[in-house]
């Protein structure tokens, strides 16, 4: 059973840095890619960065780019998010995501991944 547990959201002011960390269970990651989301209050959920669990393509949503990086530790089965340069704005729920995959490009649609954590909350103050 496929389980994703995130970790290592809180509050931080403008301008720090946070690593979220996803503890994966249940799979083996060679097909997988993962994917982190965000939904903020009142909005939709969005794609923020992604990776083929092989540790080959990232892609990231536009609003991250030079700020964000993804990565994967497979000894320790975790994916992270490393966020630097955070504005109040990128104030939201975390969510790191799987999807059983076999191409090579990262999948930025929410409706395509089958699995969800629980989420960590990420408060970014001005």
């Known amino acids: 059973q496929v389980h994703l547990v995130e970790s290592g959201g809180g509050l931080v002011q403008a301008g720090g840095s946070l690593r979220l960390s996803c503890q994966a269970s249940?799979?083996?990651?060679?097909?997988?890619?993962m994917g982190w989301f965000r939904q903020a209050p009142g909005k939709e959920r969005e794609f923020v960065a992604g990776?083929?669990?092989?540790?080959?393509?990232?892609d990231y949503a536009d609003f991250v780019k030079g700020r964000f990086s993804i990565s994967i530790d497979n000894a320790k089965n975790t994916m992270y998010l490393q966020m630097n340069s955070l504005k109040p704005e990128d104030t939201a729920v975390y969510y790191c995501?799987?999807?059983?995959?076999?191409?090579?490009?990262?999948?930025?649609?929410?409706?395509?991944?089958?699995?969800w954590g629980q989420g960590t909350q990420v408060t970014v103050s001005s």
């Open positions: 249940g799979f083996t990651f060679g097909s997988y890619h």
């Open positions: 990776t083929v669990w092989s540790g080959g393509n990232t």
């Open positions: 995501a799987a999807r059983l995959s076999f191409s090579s490009r990262v999948e930025v649609r929410d409706t395509n991944y089958a699995y």
